[in-house]
């Protein structure tokens, strides 16, 4: 039971975090819980450096559902689709994906990227996190591309398979929410 102290310490805390509520503005206080969530472990597969950059407004990702979803591969997509991007990401395919995959994505010592869905997750986080750590006990492993490269790596892949298998749209309505770790697995 609470003493007399106790009881006024108690309604001085609730009535600070109804100011704090009140006086932070919206858009820092969804962005606040966002990071309070990851810190929490309730937001799997994104580390909090790369979290907190996405969170700036001039990211271009808009991250406030993962209050609701918890689930990055429903809500961060890939902001570097232009043209010049996708180009930037053909150069960098070359140089550094090419020899395994095939210039045209075709396939050859690593797996095609044409006409097929991808085994570790078709949304543009699940491709931007194949790219980035590799995949576990095979060939490809982490390319510590920045940010942006990775990003444009994913839209030129995107953009070679012109069957549809791996195209925006195609990657259906469900999502699970499935740990990167259990992926590989």
């Not at 006024?8 to 009535?15: G, I, N, Q, Y």
């Not at 969530?37 to 450096?49: H, Q, V």
């Not at 550094?96 to 045209?104: L, R, V």
Request: aromatic residues 6%; charged residues 20%.
């Amino acid at each position: 039971m609470l003493t007399k102290r106790g009881k006024r310490l108690s309604a001085v805390a609730v009535l600070v975090a109804a100011l704090v509520a009140i006086m932070i503005p919206a858009p820092v206080r969804w962005r606040v819980e966002v990071v309070l969530l990851s810190l929490a472990g309730r937001i799997p597969d994104i580390e909090l450096k790369r979290l907190l950059a996405y969170l700036m407004p001039s990211s271009g990702q808009w991250l406030r559902p993962l209050i609701e979803t918890h689930n990055p591969y429903a809500v961060i997509r890939n902001v570097k689709t232009t043209p010049a991007d996708i180009e930037a990401g053909a150069t960098l395919f070359r140089s550094q994906c090419a020899e395994c995959h095939a210039p045209d994505g075709s396939g050859g010592r690593g797996p095609r990227l044409i006409g097929r869905q991808f085994t570790h997750g078709e949304s543009d986080w699940a491709v931007y996190r194949t790219i980035r750590l590799g995949i576990p006990n095979t060939t490809m492993g982490p390319h510590p591309l920045p940010d942006a490269a990775v990003w444009q790596l994913e839209a030129f892949v995107r953009s070679i398979d012109t069957s549809g298998a791996t195209a925006r749209g195609s990657r259906g309505a469900a999502s699970v929410p499935v740990p990167y770790d259990e992926l590989a697995a």
